[in-house]
């Protein structure tokens, strides 16, 4: 599976981005997909995941009500609505790509199977 994560670029503060990805894999729709951002000097972080269908969809706590995650199986894509933005953001996001082996929701990088390269997003103040 290849992941290609497009979309970021710089915004000023309160702007919106949106951030897309897209699988290789014809099985994409059977993936539980992730957004993980790492800004400078700071180790990689969740940012959210949506399971395969879209029942079941997470967030990280810095993020919660100005992002949206949401996938489009039939274009094996998914997708990063980031709004209200702020300076704190300012990171490269990448997304990431789990198999499916369990039940659980997964919210750390090591469970996750296949990454992107990333997209940088810098916010301005």
């Known amino acids: 599976v290849q992941l290609q994560a497009f979309g970021g670029g710089l915004v000023q503060a309160g702007g919106s981005l949106r951030l897309s990805c897209a699988a290789s894999?014809?099985?994409?729709?059977?993936?539980?997909m992730a957004w993980f951002r790492q800004a400078p000097g700071k180790e990689r972080e969740f940012a959210a995941l949506i399971t395969w269908s879209g029942g079941s969809i997470r967030y990280a706590d810095s993020v919660k009500g100005r992002f949206t995650i949401s996938r489009d199986n039939a274009k094996n894509t998914v997708y990063l609505q980031m709004d209200s933005l702020n300076p704190e953001d300012t990171a490269v996001y990448y997304c990431?790509?789990?198999?499916?082996?369990?039940?659980?929701?997964?919210?750390?990088?090591?469970?996750?199977?296949?990454w992107g390269h990333g997209t940088l997003v810098t916010v301005s103040s």
């Open positions: 990431a790509a789990r198999r499916p082996r369990d039940n659980r929701i997964h919210i750390g990088s090591p469970a996750y199977d296949y």
């Open positions: 894999a014809g099985i994409f729709s059977s993936y539980t």
